[in-house]
């Protein structure tokens, strides 16, 4: 019963995201968490969804350290649970990726989008919606980084 609850909690902190209301979306997305914490083992994957949406929301709020420990504890939860080359730790090494890219961190940024694109290739195939998201990152993060680009 509770599990259902952080769902609902999770499903209106995306509604309210969506519509920029942030302080009422990360209300909800910590409820969620916390509920999935206090019934679920520490490293179960269900986890890292709460973790991930409470991240992003840190991220569009520019409160990038609490976004990066949310991110990078997902990222240690899939990892563990699904393996390093489960599209799912892809998602986790893209979202991470794309933090450390908007705070202009390239050189951390372009190993996880190396990693999660080589993932995304190889079990979801070249032209995987995803795929191509990722690789898009990756992409935005080489033309960002690129000499030309130092020099302006």
Sequence with gaps: ML????????????????????????????RALAIREQVLEPEHVDLSLSLDRL??????RGKYEQAASLYQRALAIREQQLGPNHPDTATSLNNLAGLYREQGKYPEAE??????????????????????????????????????????
């Design 111 to 152: 190993p996880l989008f190396q990693r999660a694109l080589t993932i995304c290739e190889q079990q979801l195939g070249a032209s995987h919606p995803t795929t191509k998201i990722v690789r898009q990152n990756y992409t935005s993060l080489l033309q960002d980084f690129s000499p030309q680009n130092e020099k302006n």
């Design 55 to 60: 991240a992003l929301l840190y991220q569009y």
């Design 3 to 30: 599990v259902e609850a952080a769902s609902v909690f999770s499903q209106a902190g995306a509604y309210l995201l969506e519509r920029g209301r942030y302080e009422q979306a990360e209300e909800l997305y910590a």
